[in-house]
C-alpha cells in the first residue's frame, strides 16, 4: 500500500552533482536507493531506516552518497556528488521492512526509476 514516485534525474558531468527525490505515500518504512544499467543486475545504492536514526552505503559510493529522510513530508533523498561515469543508471527507490538491505527481495515496493547520465 505504498506509492513512490523518484524525480531529479538528468544528465550532469563527471565531477558534478545531483539530488534524487523519492516521494511516498502512506505508511513510513525502510527505504533504498538501487540503481540498474542496460545489461546489468539492479545494484543495491544506499538504505535508510524508517526513522532515519541509521543509514548504510553501498562500497561503491560511501563518501560521495548520502542518504536523508524526511518523514513529515515523506519524502527520501539521494545526495549525489563526485559522480563518475560509472555511476550512470536508472535509480529505483524501494520501502518494506528489511534486515538485509542489499537484497532487493527485501523490499516490497519500487518506484518507477529516474535516469541519471553522467557524461565525460
Known amino acids: 500500500q505504498v506509492l513512490l514516485v523518484e524525480s531529479g534525474g538528468g544528465l550532469v558531468q563527471a565531477g558534478g552533482s545531483l539530488r534524487l527525490s523519492c516521494a511516498a505515500s502512506?505508511?513510513?518504512?525502510?527505504m533504498a536507493w538501487f540503481r540498474q544499467a542496460p545489461g546489468k543486475e539492479r545494484e543495491y545504492v544506499a538504505f535508510i531506516r524508517w526513522s532515519g536514526a541509521s543509514t548504510h552505503y553501498a562500497d561503491s559510493v560511501k563518501g560521495r552518497f548520502t542518504i536523508s529522510r524526511d518523514n513529515s513530508k515523506n519524502t527520501m533523498y539521494l545526495q549525489m556528488n563526485s559522480l563518475k561515469l560509472e555511476d550512470t543508471a536508472v535509480y529505483y527507490c524501494?520501502?518494506?521492512?528489511?534486515?538485509?538491505?542489499?537484497?532487493?527481495?527485501?523490499?516490497?515496493?519500487w518506484g518507477q526509476g529516474t535516469q541519471v547520465t553522467v557524461s565525460s
Open positions: 524501494a520501502a518494506g521492512t528489511v534486515l538485509n538491505p542489499p537484497n532487493p527481495n527485501q523490499y516490497d515496493w
Open positions: 502512506g505508511h513510513t518504512y525502510d
